[in-house]
């Protein structure tokens, strides 16, 4: 039988480094980090050989006492926090204590440092978390932490490093993201002599206190073109606030790399966060594609545990329903009045989102989902008559004009042209007339009462302990879905109804996803996004196709209308419904002026 034994000093560091220093980009972050909390208005970083080889970080901050220059790289030493009650407030970046020992345990670590009150510097040099030397340095008021030779008393850790090239993006991306938190820092990176990244600090902050991100370094981070398209959005529910610029619904990418999301200054990754931002663009992006935002969301200090992850990039929400509720509610009214930049919109009575609301009812009413969802039905009229017509002319006897224009003609069949104060709108028919569909059969279904259909042959589905006591602790929130999921077992459920217009749905993966959702986050799209689904598809086929020739009447009528239709800028595939080519623009095309 072995024996218990204390672990020695140098072990218990380096299973502690496994933790806080994963690559050369973790060490960037936890250096710039504590520049930051040092009060630093200027940070450079120098790297070599992506920082296996050397990486470099000075600041300009308030320095370390020589007395302190010890306890610095020493295990769970740290200034940021005295007493336990102290983590249920972190204001600063780190507060952990474990980074500089973490680092110094596996590689070279040479610390410099003059406090501000101090006539001369200090230095610290630590190899493989064995101290060797502390003595006199000169050094300007700051810090200087010199880290060399990554891993190497650990070489089995090297191995497992991607190449140069992958950990210079990686380390890329933490400068990235500290620099956006921190627009009046000055921070530059290096790799050798040449600088890589460089930003200056901000000449002044946007006008909304609470926003973190100056836009001229959000520019330089994201490019000029996410921010002429970027939506700004300022939203505030008592003691919360969201703040920062989110991407065009047709911004978007097919990986996750352009998403920036902090708490309380803090770039955090959240599985919360992640979904209500996702289900704010479910209905108005192409399915698999990212979103482009920068968000930061204020709240109180005592209202997050920061001290989940020794890397501290997840938290812990006191009220995650109350946190996701108010970033998908806020994001999805934001996104739905996106237009096609230049577009004076000028939307009047606008109407809140529309999502379909599933009643319970026991009965299953064949003729309501039948005409709900019938793909033989016509499409909504546009009709010449209607008010909005009137508006038109009412415009055109005022000398004004509506946001998309007064018609022009008809292109090929497919386009519509318009003519607004500013330029050329083109509309594409259907993806217009689609939106339009789409919103009229979610309003439809909204004021309706959608009913639950009883199975036959209940389906036993096997799911986790927690889902299965899920479903009897939470019966009323998942039954408001159109689901009634009884707990058979200790893993398993069995499914006695669902929404009768889920139809052919598969239902054991249904149960798994609405429980696996109200599981981890405390809400469920699954079932919406399904009927949105079908909604989509009916929409899709039942609007305008194609090749319809179309009077002027008619053609005003659908600009009018998708003037006043929420989320009238994308088709519910996530197409855009129109374009805009400016005066400016067609003058260039001709060369006028020149």
Excluded at 204 to 209: C, R, V
Excluded at 479 to 492: H, K, Y
Aim: charge should be negative.
């Amino acid at each position: 039988m072995k024996r218990i034994a204390l672990l020695a000093p140098a072990v218990a560091n380096q299973i502690a480094a496994g933790e806080v220093v994963e690559r050369p980009a973790s060490i960037v972050k936890e250096l710039v980090e504590n520049s930051l909390d040092a009060n630093a208005r200027m940070i450079r970083i120098e790297v070599e050989d992506a920082g296996v080889a050397r990486v470099s970080v000075r600041d300009d901050g308030d320095g370390i006492a020589e007395s302190d220059l010890q306890l610095a790289v020493a295990r769970h030493a740290t200034s940021k926090i005295v007493a336990a009650s102290d983590l249920t407030t972190v204001e600063s970046m780190g507060f952990r204590g474990e980074a500089l020992a973490s680092v110094a345990s596996v590689s070279r670590l040479t610390l410099t440092s003059r406090a501000r009150d101090a006539d001369s510097g200090f230095q610290v040099i630590v190899d493989g978390g064995v101290l060797r030397d502390v003595r006199p340095a000169a050094h300007p008021v700051g810090t200087t932490v010199d880290v060399r030779d990554l891993f190497f008393n650990t070489p089995a850790r090297r191995k497992f490093l991607k190449g140069e090239r992958t950990e210079m993006l990686h380390i890329g991306d933490s400068v990235r993201r500290l620099a956006l938190a921190r627009a009046d820092v000055a921070i530059e990176l290096l790799v050798g002599d040449r600088s890589v990244e460089r930003f200056p600090a901000a000449s002044a902050f946007f006008e909304n206190e609470a926003v973190a991100f100056a836009p001229e370094r959000l520019a330089g981070i994201l490019g000029r073109d996410f921010m002429d398209r970027a939506v700004f959005v300022v939203e505030q529910d008592g003691d919360y606030e969201l703040a920062g610029w989110v991407g065009s619904p047709t911004d978007n990418r097919n990986r996750a790399d352009r998403q920036f999301f902090y708490v309380n200054g803090r770039c955090v990754r959240d599985s919360i966060v992640g979904h209500a931002i996702r289900q704010a663009y479910r209905d108005v992006m192409f399915h698999g594609r990212h979103a482009v935002y920068a968000l930061s969301l204020t709240l109180p200090f005592d209202a997050i545990d920061v001290n989940v992850h020794p890397t501290k990039d997840e938290v812990r929400f006191r009220e995650p329903r109350r946190v996701h509720d108010f970033i998908f509610g806020r994001l999805a009214r934001a996104l739905r009045d996106v237009r096609p930049p230049s577009i004076r919109t000028q939307r009047t009575g606008a109407q809140a989102p529309i999502r379909p609301t599933l009643s319970p009812s026991h009965q299953f009413n064949a003729e309501l989902f039948d005409s709900t969802l019938s793909l033989e039905q016509p499409a909504p009229a546009l009709d010449p008559l209607s008010t909005d017509r009137l508006e038109v002319r009412e415009a055109e006897n005022t000398g004004g004009v509506p946001p998309l224009g007064v018609a022009l003609a008809q292109l090929h069949g497919i386009y519509v042209l318009a003519q607004n104060e500013l330029g050329l709108v083109l509309v594409d028919m259907h993806a217009a007339h689609e939106r339009i569909t789409y919103e009229a059969l979610k309003r439809d279904l909204a004021d309706r009462t959608v009913v639950r259909q009883r199975l036959l042959i209940p389906p036993a589905v096997e799911v986790g302990p927690t889902e299965a006591a899920f479903t009897e602790s939470h019966a009323a929130e998942i039954e408001a879905l159109g689901l009634v999921i009884e707990r058979q077992g200790v893993s398993s459920v069995v499914v006695r109804e669902v929404p009768a217009l889920l139809g052919d749905v598969d239902i054991e993966a249904l149960a798994r996803d609405v429980l696996s959702d109200l599981v981890a986050v405390g809400d469920s799209g699954t079932v919406i996004a399904k009927v949105d689904v079908l909604l989509g598809n009916a929409a899709c086929r039942a609007s305008m196709r194609a090749h319809r020739q179309m009077q002027l009447d008619e053609m005003n009528a659908l600009l009018r209308q998708i003037e006043q239709t929420p989320n009238g800028g994308q088709c519910n595939h996530g197409r855009p419904t129109y374009t805009f080519l400016s005066m400016d623009a067609l003058d260039s095309l001709f060369l006028r002026g020149r």
